[in-house]
């Protein structure tokens, strides 16, 4: 059994980890709770949400916690983000740990504000750089009820902090506050302990990785609910698949990784055939997204195996290409476009497909040593990338080479670059200046490029 734990600035990770044994992951955000439900929970896996971001991506879903929830995968929630969903969700099975979640619950505290925090960023283990208004809350509540600091006092604090932007607020800055209050000098100890003591959201953190620790075992009754699988999920789900999230490397066990890694980027960029191999790949990562429920029985293998070992006869068209001239422009036009944003949106999570395509069609091998002979050629030169200037060619050739090879860059070469999943024009440059080099040693009078020139590559 794994805990899967979203957690950023309520609690450093070091002291997470002596408390309860997990997996420990950044703050959750939208589409995380989908993506480790379908690529890593099993059965008694359970997923416990701390902290989330909400301003710079969208936040969590309610709706793929009810998934992880249908799904059979407990999820808990604790001091901040997790309090909030866990208040929301609780009639559906979602588990609120805390005083904070308690808090939301009973509708004590009602704004998202109320936990939000400023942080560092990842690589500075997301150390809070101030003070939520929850802590803030609790911490002057308590106090006054110890009678530690009078009502006037804690109301004129409560309510300076509140009126802050939570990037704002902090024990320094309601210390100054204080100095202006009445029975300051009293209460000025009691506030640089409140500064220095455990906060809230630290506190409901350790209660929940507490639970989770002593609870190893212990898997809840599911939610009481039907999950519906309204437009909106479907939307959704099918959008997280599209961007990649769960999709399998299908030739990890068939090609060595040291020889593979790479090759469908330089492909990408300038690969014979270009337009055919992406489009039976896109079709590919198309079949796989839409068919991700589907589980084949054996028959259905095995005659699969026997259509792939089969040969399909030249005629099976049944007739010239000249036919496709009566569709009607639009339509083609519509299509190409259709076909083009799909590209572009999946160009890069092709790869594996691409792998696959080139290792049917028998091209793998020659490309990817055209390829990997080209990049060592460099390295033993001491280059690490191409250069058309040591072979005594200009920017103008390549591009010639480019525009009779695989068509012209549209809609500039800018878009053309991320069109092909490339994430700058120098990355795609790059890759194809390699292919070009490596063409132009094969054969320097007359490069595969014209050989194995395609009719569809007009079209790009």
């Not at 002596?18 to 993506?35: R, S, T």
């Not at 983000?81 to 588990?95: T, V």
């Not at 009481?224 to 999230?245: E, I, V, Y």
């Amino acid at each position: 059994m794994t805990d899967y734990v979203f957690l950023g600035p309520s609690l450093p990770q070091k002291a997470a980890s002596e408390i309860c044994d997990a997996v420990y992951l950044p703050p959750v955000a939208m589409g995380d709770i989908y993506k480790i439900v379908q690529t890593q929970c099993k059965p008694g896996d359970r997923i416990a949400i701390i902290d989330g971001l909400f301003e710079q991506v969208p936040a969590v879903w309610h709706k793929e916690i009810l998934f992880a929830i249908d799904q059979g995968y407990p999820v808990f929630g604790a001091s901040s983000m997790g309090a909030l969903r866990a208040a929301e969700l609780h009639p559906y099975g979602m588990i609120g740990v805390g005083r904070i979640y308690e808090a939301y619950r009973d509708g004590t505290i009602e704004d998202d504000d109320e936990v939000a925090v400023s942080h560092a960023l990842r690589e500075h283990g997301y150390r809070s750089l101030s003070t939520s208004m929850a802590s803030i809350r609790f911490a002057l509540e308590d106090a006054l009820e110890r009678q530690e600091i009078d009502p006037a006092s804690a109301v004129a604090l409560i309510d300076h902090a509140k009126k802050q932007h939570y990037f704002e607020r902090n024990w320094g800055d309601l210390l100054e506050v204080a100095k202006g209050l009445e029975g300051f000098s009293e209460q000025r100890e009691v506030l640089l302990r409140l500064a220095r003591q455990p906060d809230a959201k630290a506190i409901d953190a350790e209660r929940l990785l507490k639970l989770l620790s002593a609870d190893e075992k212990k898997v809840p009754p599911p939610g009481n609910f039907t999950f519906q699988h309204t437009t909106f999920w479907q939307a959704f789900s099918m959008d997280r698949s599209l961007d990649g999230d769960g999709s399998r490397d299908i030739l990890s066990d068939h090609i060595p990784s040291t020889f593979s890694s790479g090759i469908p980027e330089y492909f990408r960029a300038a690969g014979p055939e270009r337009t055919h191999v992406l489009d039976l790949a896109l079709l590919d990562r198309l079949i796989e997204v839409f068919a991700a429920e589907y589980k084949p029985t054996g028959r259905d293998i095995a005659l699969a195996a026997a259509n792939l070992n089969r040969e399909l006869p030249k005629d099976v068209l049944g007739g010239p290409l000249g036919q496709l001239g009566k569709v009607a422009l639009r339509e083609q036009a519509e299509f190409a476009a259709q076909r083009d944003w799909l590209l572009s949106r999946l160009a890069a999570g092709l790869d594996p497909h691409i792998l696959r395509r080139l290792v049917l069609r028998g091209d793998f091998a020659e490309f990817a040593s055209l390829v990997t002979d080209e990049i060592d050629d460099q390295r033993k030169n001491g280059a690490e990338k191409a250069s058309l200037e040591s072979l005594g060619l200009g920017v103008a050739e390549l591009e010639d080479w480019y525009r009779e090879r695989c068509g012209r860059m549209t809609p500039d070469p800018e878009g053309h670059a991320k069109r092909l999943g490339f994430e700058s024009l120098r990355q795609f440059v790059d890759c194809a200046t390699v292919v070009f080099l490596a063409d132009r040693k094969k054969d320097p009078q007359k490069s595969f490029a014209n050989d194995l020139s395609h009719t569809f590559e007009d079209q790009e």
